[in-house]
């Protein structure tokens, strides 16, 4: 079994940063595809970011382009996700997803394991 718990989340004005860490329970998790999530009060849980196990391939939603940065630390079974430049349109929970096998991918059926998410606020 796999466990991944999320943090970093919290209360911004638009225009700052903040840096989301989940870290990955459980065997062989190192070698995974993570993914990071989010979710808005009433809307679908939608994509934000991928990356494969070696971390040499990075995957982004083209709303957090050039301003998310997924990253990975194998030696600490922890993917990070740093945002820059946030929008209010970025206020959602963000939840950091799981998949053993195949590449990165978007899709969220693809992802079998999941955390329990953390609340990311961008105050206008």
């Known amino acids: 079994q796999v466990q991944l718990v999320e943090s970093g989340g919290g209360l911004v004005q638009a225009g700052g940063s903040l840096r989301l860490s989940c870290v990955a329970s459980g065997r062989a998790s190192s070698m995974f595809i993570m993914g990071w999530f989010r979710q808005a009060p009433g809307k679908e849980r939608e994509f934000v970011s991928a990356?494969?196990?070696?971390?040499?391939?990075?995957y982004y939603a083209d709303s957090v382009k050039g301003r998310f940065t997924i990253s990975r630390e194998n030696a600490k079974n922890t993917v990070y996700l740093q945002m820059n430049s946030l929008k209010p349109e970025d206020t959602a929970v963000y939840y950091c997803?799981?998949?053993?096998?195949?590449?990165?991918?978007?899709?969220?059926?693809?992802?079998?394991?999941w955390g329990q998410g953390t609340q990311v606020t961008v105050s206008s």
């Open positions: 997803a799981a998949r053993r096998f195949g590449g990165i991918s978007s899709y969220i059926r693809e992802y079998m394991y």
């Open positions: 990356i494969s196990w070696t971390g040499s391939t990075t």
